[in-house]
Every structure is written in structure tokens, then in C-alpha cells.
Antibody
Framework: QVLLVESGGGLVKPGGSLRLSCAVS????????VSWIRQAPGKGLEWISY????????YYADSVKGRFTISWDSAKDSVSLQMNSLRADDTAVYYC???????????WGQGTLVTVSS | QSALTQPPSASGSPGQSVTISCTGT?????????VSWYQQHPGKAPKLIIY???KRPSGVPDRFSGSRSRATASLTVSGLQAEDEADYYC??????????FGTGTKVTVL
């Protein structure tokens, strides 16, 4: 059973940092990409980052480039998203998802809410 | 990368059909057969219902069908049911490791 479980969301002040984690199981993660996709309240979906487990391919949307860092934690079989210099417009539900590139995602986690507010 | 264009809303009565368009360019929808559709109920994660333009994952009812003409993909929901009321998003590979989502369509079952 393919599972992706996000954690780490919460309330953070503008300029602050937060680290999200996506625990993956039920598939050979070396054969897939893992993506982070976010959805601001009442808005659509936005790809923000994805990577291969080997790190050979890493992508960042312009909106997060230089502020967010995606990485693989082999000890925990999880993909992390380190988010720095957070802004109010980063407020969103953050989903991780599995991708069999070049297909868009097939399996998604349940999402974790990040709220950036003073 | 610009978002794919979808109509904001669509509606139909139970048993009827509704078709949602997803318009892109030759650099995404028109250039690759990697177009997917997702259904999202309020407060839930998106669920894949169509991939590679017209393929259905296991467990998705055959009431859902996908097609494409040039740079416009379409999702048709036939025999509308109350549980089909949701937001629907298309997405496409856009080359050079880029992917793009559609703007989303809210389907209302009247």
C-alpha cells in the first residue's frame, strides 16, 4: 500500500522557518520522484519542489527558489522541505506526492497546514 | 510556466454529463501525452482520476473519461452523481522537468 504522510506544519511568524517531512512507504522510492505541492486557502494547486531520491534531479518553483530546500533523509525514508524566510503568501496546505515522471503525481499525502502570520 | 486554463465552474443535474476543458499550449498539453486529472473534495487531498490523457487508474468509475484535441484536454463525467460534486484540476508535463496545474473547476450537481 502506497503511503505518504506529511508532518511538521504549524503557525510561524513572517521571516521564520519550518521543516516539513514526508514519510514514504509501500513503494520503491528509488523509482519515483517525490514532490511538494501546495494549495493556498481557496486557491489552486502549485508545484513548489520535487526530487529524485538520489538527488540527481531537484526542482524548485521560482516562488520558493533560494528559500526552500528539499532533501532526502535515508534514515527515516522521508523527504524533507526546509522552509526559510517564510512570508504570508506561503500560507497553504502542503502536500507531498509520488510522481512517476513524466507523469504528474499519482498518490498524495493528506496534507499539512502551514500558516505564516504575526 | 503559466497555469492551464479551466472554466471556474460547471454544473449538471444527476444523470447528466458535464465536460470540463483544460487549455494549454504546444509546450504542455499539446506537446505531451502526460495529462492528468484530479478530483478534490473539500478538505481532502486531490485524487487521481485520469492519467496519460485518457487512462483511468484502477477503481475509478468508467463514468470519468478523458480526451485531448491539440492543446485542449477535456474531462467528461457521465451519469453525474451527487458525490461527483468537487473541484477538478488538470495537470500536464511541460518539458524540461516542468509540470503545470490547471486553474481548477468547481463542479456542482444541481
Amino acid at each position: 500500500q502506497v503511503l505518504l504522510v506529511e508532518s511538521g506544519g504549524g503557525l510561524v511568524k513572517p521571516g521564520g522557518s519550518l521543516r516539513l517531512s514526508c514519510a514514504v512507504s509501500g513503494f520503491n522510492f528509488r523509482d519515483y520522484y517525490v514532490s511538494w505541492i501546495r494549495q493556498a486557502p481557496g486557491k489552486g494547486l502549485e508545484w513548489i519542489s520535487y526530487m529524485t531520491i538520489t538527488g540527481s534531479t531537484i526542482y524548485y518553483a521560482d516562488s520558493v527558489k533560494g528559500r526552500f530546500t528539499i532533501s532526502w533523509d535515508s534514515a527515516k525514508d522521508s523527504v524533507s522541505l526546509q522552509m526559510n524566510s517564510l512570508r504570508a503568501d506561503d500560507t497553504a496546505v502542503y502536500y507531498c506526492a509520488r510522481q512517476d515522471k513524466p507523469n504528474p503525481p499519482d498518490y498524495w499525502g493528506q496534507g499539512t497546514l502551514v500558516t505564516v502570520s504575526s | 510556466q503559466s497555469a492551464l486554463t479551466q472554466p471556474p465552474s460547471a454544473s449538471g443535474s444527476p444523470g447528466q454529463s458535464v465536460t470540463i476543458s483544460c487549455t494549454g499550449t504546444s509546450s504542455d498539453v499539446g506537446g505531451y501525452s502526460f495529462v492528468s486529472w484530479y478530483q478534490q473534495h473539500p478538505g481532502k487531498a486531490p485524487k487521481l482520476i485520469i492519467y496519460e490523457v485518457d487512462k483511468r487508474p484502477s477503481g475509478v468509475p468508467d463514468r470519468f473519461s478523458g480526451s485531448r484535441s491539440r492543446a485542449t484536454a477535456s474531462l467528461t463525467v457521465s451519469g453525474l452523481q451527487a458525490e461527483d460534486e468537487a473541484d477538478y484540476y488538470c495537470s500536464s508535463y511541460a518539458g524540461s522537468n516542468n509540470f503545470v496545474f490547471g486553474t481548477g473547476t468547481k463542479v456542482t450537481v444541481l
